[in-house]
């Protein structure tokens, strides 16, 4: 059974950095792409980023690219999102999902952790 469980979560001020993680676990972690997605209170899910099993080959929203920088750690079946130059527009709920591209929102995502912008 796949679980991720995201954390790094919090409330960081317009400018501020946060980095989120996904402990995986049931299943080959290194043999899936894996995804980072967010949900906006009272907007629909929003696809951010996208990483490939070997961690070779990053896909990026317009939304967040040059911002977040997306990672994984095969060996610890970790997966990462380092988040720069926050804004309130970026307050959402964040999950990881497993899959590449837009199609992760299909997928299997963890629980999420809250990212709030605010000062």
């Known amino acids: 059974e796949v679980h991720l469980v995201e954390s790094g979560g919090g409330l960081v001020q317009p400018g501020g950095s946060l980095t989120l993680s996904c402990a995986a676990s049931?299943?080959?972690?290194?043999?899936?792409?894996m995804s980072w997605v967010r949900q906006a209170p009272g907007k629909g899910p929003e696809w951010l980023s996208s990483?490939?099993?070997?961690?070779?080959?990053?896909s990026y929203a317009d939304s967040v690219g040059g911002r977040f920088t997306i990672s994984r750690d095969n060996a610890k079946k970790m997966l990462f999102l380092q988040m720069k130059r926050l804004a309130p527009y970026d307050t959402a709920e964040y999950y990881c999902?497993?899959?590449?591209?837009?199609?992760?929102?299909?997928?299997?995502w963890g629980q999420g952790t809250l990212v709030t912008v605010s000062s």
């Open positions: 999902a497993k899959g590449w591209g837009p199609r992760a929102l299909e997928g299997d």
């Open positions: 990483i490939n099993g070997g961690g070779t080959s990053t």
């Open positions: 049931g299943f080959a972690f290194g043999a899936y792409s």
